[in-house]
């Protein structure tokens, strides 16, 4: 396992979440949006969670971390069974960690994202992003910005990605392999760009729906 403090190390910028968690500050000075802000603003909100839900998904990725990580660590008995899903998502794929929750930045196309893992398994290396339920275009949207993120902040080309999808049980699926594209997500970067410059973000076009998406 290359661990995430040797992978921080190789890194080319200094990224860090914003108190407000509404961007990412690079270098100490500048700031981008989030890669699921953009898709949010462009695409439309999809699931809309509450603080509850945020809570429980800041926790959860919190110990998928520290599973990653291989360390011990005790947790609220509220996310029992989504950390047990993670667990034996490791137990039974195995797979060989390069990163986790990794922040990463693209200074072409200023945007920014923290990957949740980093692995190999099936003899590939692919990037994975825990769920709780499954909009499977967000998702290719979403690891298509952490692909050109990864390239640019560790160099790492990474071609295949998967989500898994946690049901709050203990279990997990993982999705087929998805090949990776940036392409479409960076036109959603240009469309961001546009939609800011003539102040249309946050604006009543996107549709509202109460639930959650990510875990």
């Known amino acids: 396992m290359e661990n995430n403090i040797s992978g921080i190390?190789?890194?080319?910028y200094d990224i860090k979440v914003t108190d407000n968690h509404d961007g990412y500050i690079i270098n100490s000075k500048d700031k981008v949006p989030p890669v699921t802000k953009i898709i949010k603003e462009t695409v439309g909100i999809g699931w809309e969670a509450g603080q509850w839900y945020l809570d429980r998904g800041t926790a959860v990725h919190a110990c998928a971390k520290l599973i990653a990580d291989g360390k011990r660590f005790t947790h609220d008995p509220?996310?029992?069974?989504?950390?047990?899903?993670?667990?034996?998502?490791?137990?039974?794929v195995k797979p060989e960690v390069k990163y986790s929750e990794l922040p990463v930045y693209s200074h072409?196309?200023?945007?920014?994202g923290t990957i949740d893992l980093v692995a190999k398994i099936r003899g590939l290396n692919g990037i994975?992003?825990?769920?709780?339920s499954l909009d499977l275009e967000?998702?290719?949207?979403?690891?298509?910005?952490?692909?050109?993120?990864?390239?640019?902040?560790?160099?790492?080309?990474?071609?295949?990605?998967?989500?898994?999808?946690?049901?709050?049980k203990g279990n997990?699926?993982?999705?087929?392999?998805?090949?990776?594209n940036s392409r479409e997500f960076l036109a959603l970067r240009t469309t961001y760009a546009i939609w800011d410059r003539l102040g249309l973000l946050n604006k009543d076009h996107l549709t509202?729906?109460?639930?959650v998406n990510n875990v």
Not at 9 to 12: L, N, Q, T, V, Y
Not at 78 to 92: A, S
Not at 128 to 132: E, H
């Open 172 to 180: 997990y699926k993982l999705t087929k392999r998805i090949i990776l």
């Open 108 to 112: 072409l196309y200023k945007f920014a």
């Open 78 to 92: 509220q996310i029992d069974g989504y950390v047990e899903g993670i667990y034996k998502f490791f137990r039974e």
């Open 9 to 12: 190390d190789k890194m080319k």
């Open 138 to 168: 967000r998702l290719k949207l979403q690891l298509g910005a952490y692909k050109q993120g990864l390239i640019e902040t560790v160099g790492l080309e990474v071609k295949f990605g998967f989500g898994i999808v946690l049901d709050g």
């Open 128 to 132: 994975f992003d825990y769920k709780n």
């Open 208 to 211: 509202i729906k109460e639930g």
